[in-house]
């Protein structure tokens, strides 16, 4: 068995990993990175991202950033409960300590230090703009690094490649459990190399950030449901992430955090191998399922605000599929191929049941559907795709309530649409150092989780915050990771 030693190591090398192993070097530690991917696919879902940050500049988070975690938090939490998680962390009772939820202190922390880390990356020639969007318009701002994901992992494990001497690569190599020593300290991991080959890894502080359970069908069905294993990954990163870090954490006594019988659900087209093959212009026309009914309303509010409710809907309809369906109409909106990064063409028909053969969908039921849905559309004067246009049908069930207009001028098209999984909501409890806390509601000495490992989203995901996450949590993690390298605490 090879054994080597550092002070700090990291698993994985997304934007959280390879965020806690520059910080931590830059403090003066030795990190050892562990990434299962071969060099050339490092990052995980980072290296396929766009990385959109909610941000309305580089200086400070969008507006609706904590009222958004708030609203996104899910249920109907004990208005005590909810009181005292505004305590100071060493105040609150440790059953607070310790339970899953959407920790306010974190979110706040998240939201200081978002800037610093847009400042930070500036200094590995991260440069963050307004960047092109697969919305036509949306409801809170969003900014993003040129170049994306892509372009984080670059920058800052090409940094990491240039300092050898502090930081070494061990590729190809997979984390499967925490070494722990006699007084209860994480004090490294035993991993699995190329061949089988066993290593151990030692350091007086460990850092997952090897993503979440996305590319784990055991994990999936268990957690999240046994349909879920056959919802793929929105891009080939997710099926690194095998969810062994947030499983050495609870093995180790972690407290669980995060929603872990869900996930982020993005609607893309089953049949494109391109990246994020997101299909967002559905709000323009209508979604029909494998029975040629209409099963939801399209258009509830902005489609960035309502897709993953929308597209978790698709994923219960019969064989988890649905379809867009538009007429001619839609090319006189402006700009709508942004919404589609699908490269394969749509389907498309001169008449409605020429649409229903290619759909492979039952023709009558479809016609009488399209009939009903075109005689409750209003008058198309005020149609705005840019704004909810108030556009909304009247007798049909279900009701559309923006941007309703007649299907009815040829050629009709229509792209097939299914939910992926862009990651999962089940990690681990964390505090404001990225520490991870036990079911107790005590720090596991040595312990820190980042990124994907580290739970925060219920329910419904706080659009463009996971990445955001990512650079905040490796960042606390490697800085206090570094800070604590000699300590016994
Ligand atoms: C197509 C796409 C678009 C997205 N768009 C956005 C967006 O616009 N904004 C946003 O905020 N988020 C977005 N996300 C989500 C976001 O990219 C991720 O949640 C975030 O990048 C995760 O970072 P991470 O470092 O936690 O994990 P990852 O980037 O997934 O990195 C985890 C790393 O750990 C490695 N690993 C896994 N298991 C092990 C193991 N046992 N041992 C060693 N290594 C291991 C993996 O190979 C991987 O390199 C998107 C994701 C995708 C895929």
Redesign the pocket.
């Known amino acids: 068995m090879h054994d080597s030693s550092f002070d700090v190591v990291v698993?994985?090398?997304?934007?959280?990993?390879l965020s806690a192993a520059v910080m931590a070097q830059q403090n003066g530690a030795r990190v050892a990175i562990?990434?299962?991917?071969p060099k050339d696919e490092?990052?995980?879902?980072?290296?396929?991202?766009?990385?959109?940050?909610r941000m309305k500049s580089v200086d400070a988070v969008s507006e609706d950033f904590l009222d958004k975690f708030a609203a996104n938090a899910g249920g109907w939490p004990d208005p005590g409960i909810v009181q005292e998680a505004v305590l100071d962390r060493d105040c609150q009772p440790r059953v607070l300590r310790s339970l899953g939820v959407v920790d306010p202190q974190v979110v706040a922390a998240i939201a200081d230090d978002a800037p610093k880390a847009i400042a930070w990356l500036a200094d590995f020639g991260i440069k963050f703009d307004d960047i092109p969007m697969y919305f036509l318009s949306q409801s809170t701002t969003r900014m993003?690094p040129i170049g994306g994901?892509l372009a984080l992992v670059e920058a800052l494990g090409g940094y990491a490649d240039r300092q050898s001497d502090d930081i070494k690569f061990f590729y190809e190599?997979?984390?499967?459990a925490l070494i722990i020593d006699d007084t209860g300290r994480v004090a490294g991991v035993e991993?699995i190399g190329d061949g089988n080959v066993p290593l151990r890894i030692t350091g007086s502080n460990v850092v997952l950030?090897?993503?979440g359970f996305q590319g784990n069908p055991e994990m999936l069905s268990h957690y999240v449901g046994p349909q879920s294993q056959f919802i793929r990954p929105?891009?080939r990163?997710?099926h690194?992430?095998?969810g062994?870090?947030v499983r050495m954490a609870l093995n180790v006594g972690a407290a669980p955090c995060g929603d872990f019988g869900s996930f982020h659900a993005q609607p893309v087209d089953p049949r494109s191998m391109d990246?994020?093959p997101v299909v967002m212009n559905y709000n323009l026309g209508v979604l029909i399922n494998d029975s040629g009914k209409r099963f939801t309303d399209e258009g509830p509010a902005m489609v960035d605000a309502t897709y993953e409710v929308v597209t978790r809907l698709i994923m219960g309809e019969r064989n988890g599929i649905a379809y867009a369906v538009f007429d001619a109409s839609l090319d006189e909106v402006e700009n709508w191929n942004v919404t589609v990064r699908s490269r394969v063409p749509p389907m498309q028909g001169a008449t409605l049941m020429e649409l229903a053969v290619e759909m492979g969908v039952d023709a009558q039921e479809f016609n009488r559907t399209i009939d009903a849905y075109n005689a409750a559309c209003p008058s198309s004067d005020g149609f705005d795709p840019l704004v909810l246009d108030g556009l909304s049908t009247t007798n049909v069930n279900p009701k559309k309530s923006n941007w309703a207009r007649p299907i009815v001028v040829p050629p009709f098209r229509a792209w097939p649409v299914i939910c992926s999984n862009?990651?999962t909501f089940g990690g681990v409890k964390i505090d404001e150092q990225a520490r991870v806390v036990n079911t107790e509601g005590d720090i596991i000495p040595g312990l820190y989780a980042?990124?994907?490992?580290a739970g925060l989203y219920y329910r419904v995901y706080t659009g463009?915050?996971?990445?955001?996450r990512?650079a905040v949590t490796g960042r606390m993690a490697g800085a206090d990771a570094a800070l604590r390298r000699n300590s016994t605490s």
Do not use: K
Not at 11 to 17: L, Q, S, T
Not at 464 to 468: H, K, N
């Open positions: 698993v994985g090398c997304g934007i959280a990993g562990l990434e299962r991917a490092r990052g995980g879902n980072t290296r396929y991202t766009e990385s959109l940050w993003g994901g190599t997979a984390a499967r991993a950030a090897c993503g929105v891009s990163g997710g690194y992430n095998r062994e870090g990246m994020e862009c990651f980042a990124g994907e490992v463009a915050t996971s990445v955001m990512g």
